[in-house]
């Protein structure tokens, strides 16, 4: 994995001129078919003088429209912001070759709302594959995953018509149970079901726990069924893969088809963030022929999106570089450590992945009030804690840590006495 660091300068220069080779509303060529202009002037008037140092905040205002995917080779969609797309394109590129580990012009992608809406594409890509390729019926179809997976997996199930199958998992190392797969699947395909669309984890958002994705694929070529998996990396995907050197989710690994990670958690890009890849030959299994006012039709669940938003991410990624980038993640992974190594001297138990940054905690352990204060997210709100989780994000400071461990060792000594 690697890419150049650039400076602000190099960035500015980038993007202003892939903002040139858009076509302008206020420039000379002519544009009156297009139902779309720059933003409203009375707010966002565009000589502003900071603008000319802003680069996302420019792109913003001339709000070019990146609907459709530009990793494909048919005709550019709406070539009036060929400028733009071409640094979506160039991010695509960069994330699924550098980050992932693909082979070049391996895999398309976009960028989507965020996780859910990637997950969402996911499956029904597959859903439409298995309806496709293998006639499948949607009671045929199921969608595989474990309970602490995010919700945009029953969200997107109900949306699209297919069977949920939720996998239990271990209450201590929050593995998936391997009795409960061959369980679970047993039944599912005595109830029918031949097609299973499986979900691998790249941190839960609750535990930062890890799905065993080689365990998973391997599972399902010995039960001789059609399978694809889709990894959900929204929250991991910009920390994982730099703190652990061997990982698996790689598009080296055949079993990896296609993955969601968002700008908008690790990568501290605005809201509307969420990256979808897969691999070349899929994302034509959603393809809406109606979209006739396209050239080169539509392939996402969003349809008109924004151009800065890809900018944003190409943006962040290229300031820091990959070096820049690991370093980073691997400093917050530090910081992570350390609270556990006290954790562990306090006699509190908790959860952890070691490549990520979020601990879950015992709620024997503290308060409400204790979890409270610090803003502590539960695993659950309509039954009783079990835990609550830190999640040590760039913002969270080491006097803040230190007052919480303090908060935490006085109230375990006063449960004490
Ligand atoms: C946040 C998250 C999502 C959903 O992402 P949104 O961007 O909020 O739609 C999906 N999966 C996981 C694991 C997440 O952490």
């Not at 409203?40 to 502003?48: H, K, N, R």
């Not at 459709?68 to 912001?81: M, P, W």
């Not at 990256?275 to 669940?301: C, W």
């Not at 349809?303 to 980038?325: D, P, Q, T, V, Y």
Request: hydrophobic share 35%.
């Amino acid at each position: 994995m690697y890419w150049k660091k650039l400076s602000h300068e190099q960035i500015k220069e980038i993007v202003f001129k892939a903002l040139g080779e858009n076509l302008d509303y206020r420039g000379e060529r002519p544009i009156l078919g297009i139902p779309g202009t720059y933003l409203d002037t009375s707010e966002f008037y565009p000589d502003a003088p900071f603008l000319q140092d802003a680069p996302y905040m420019s792109a913003m205002v001339r709000n070019p429209n990146h609907i459709g995917v530009h990793t494909l080779s048919d005709k550019s969609v709406l070539e009036v912001f060929e400028g733009t797309q071409k640094i979506e394109r160039e991010l695509i590129h960069l994330v699924a070759e550098e980050i992932f580990n693909g082979e070049p012009n391996g895999q398309d992608g976009y960028v989507a709302t965020g996780g859910t809406e990637a997950n969402i594409q996911a499956m029904w890509i597959y859903r439409n594959y298995f309806i496709k390729e293998h006639g499948a019926r949607l009671g045929e179809i199921g969608l595989v995953y474990s309970e602490d997976s995010h919700y945009s997996m029953p969200k997107g199930a109900n949306i699209l018509n297919i069977q949920n199958i939720i996998l239990e998992v271990d209450s201590e190392t929050r593995e998936i149970l391997k009795s409960s797969l061959e369980e679970k699947i047993k039944e599912a395909r005595s109830n029918g079901v031949k097609y299973f669309i499986v979900i691998a984890n790249l941190s839960t958002t609750m535990f930062g726990s890890v799905d065993d994705i080689d365990m998973l694929g391997d599972f399902f070529s010995n039960q001789n069924v059609d399978f694809r998996i889709h990894v959900d990396a929204a929250y991991g995907g910009f920390i994982y893969p730099f703190t652990n050197t061997t990982s698996r989710f790689t598009f080296q690994n055949p079993y990896m088809n296609s993955i969601t990670a968002d700008g908008h958690k690790m990568l501290q890009t605005p809201y509307g963030t969420g990256l979808f890849l897969i691999r070349k030959g899929y994302i034509e299994y959603v393809k809406t022929e109606e979209a006739q006012y396209i050239p080169g039709k539509d392939y996402t669940i969003s349809g008109s999106r924004s151009g800065a938003n890809a900018i944003s991410m190409w943006m962040i990624l290229k300031i820091h570089g990959s070096e820049g980038w690991k370093y980073k993640m691997e400093t917050l992974c530090d910081k992570t450590e350390r609270i556990c190594k006290k954790l562990e001297k306090m006699g509190v138990e908790y959860f952890r992945n070691p490549y990520n940054n979020i601990i879950a905690i015992k709620a024997k352990y503290m308060s409400a009030e204790l979890a409270d204060k610090y803003y502590l997210v539960a695993n659950s709100y309509e039954h009783k804690a079990e835990w609550y989780k830190i999640v040590v994000m760039p913002h969270v400071k080491p006097g803040t840590i230190d007052s919480f461990l303090m908060d935490l060792a006085g109230e375990l000594k006063s449960k004490k006495n």
